[in-house]
């Protein structure tokens, strides 16, 4: 650290060429007002380049970039398929927030927690696999019928299965279960 000023730090990459780490990316666990809260100057830190701007003859640093959060250790713990237990946040435009952890959110049709309408197509030859599956899927429901969904609301804790898991925009997509 060469200077700290109230919107970030300056940082000494190499004799004579500077960095700037904004106040808002020196740490993601807690939100920092004054960059000496955390910081001294003189001390040595680690920072990613996060922006160059070759007009402005600037460098744009991050600190909190290099430390892993929950988000990044949940997704490197999972795949796309497995399935999860999350608690619905909220519902709008027919996408639902989820909370899988402290910190770790994803996103889920909303749609997909309707119960799904049986369709027997009008000829239907037998294929004996499908019905196996069918009355298996009965028999463990304990009802003659399909499994009756509970309708999706706030608060509520479910399964979900991972659709989407996009590990360098760091965002998760579910499904229902």
């Not at 939100?31 to 007009?55: H, M, S, T």
């Not at 490197?76 to 027919?94: F, I, K, P, Q």
Request: proline share 3%.
């Amino acid at each position: 650290m060469t200077n700290l000023t109230k919107f970030g730090a300056f940082v000494q990459l190499s004799e004579g060429i500077e960095g700037m780490v904004h106040v808002s990316d020196i740490s993601a666990e807690k939100r920092i007002n004054q960059p000496q809260d955390v910081l001294r100057v003189g001390q040595v830190v680690k920072a990613q380049v996060l922006a160059i701007d070759l007009e402005k003859r600037q460098m744009r640093l991050g600190m909190k970039q290099l430390v892993p959060t929950g988000l990044d250790e949940y997704i490197a713990e999972h795949n796309e398929g497995d399935v999860v237990t999350g608690r619905l946040m909220d519902e709008s435009g027919g996408q639902a927030r989820v909370e899988l952890g402290e910190g770790i959110h994803a996103t889920c049709k909303a749609t997909a927690a309707a119960p799904a309408k049986s369709e027997a197509p009008k000829e239907a030859k037998a294929d004996l696999s499908s019905l196996s599956s069918m009355l298996q899927a009965r028999w463990k429901s304990g009802s003659g019928g399909p499994a009756k969904v509970e309708p999706a609301r706030a608060g509520q804790v479910r399964s979900f299965r991972i659709a989407k898991l996009d590990r360098g925009a760091k965002k998760i997509e579910l499904e229902f279960v």
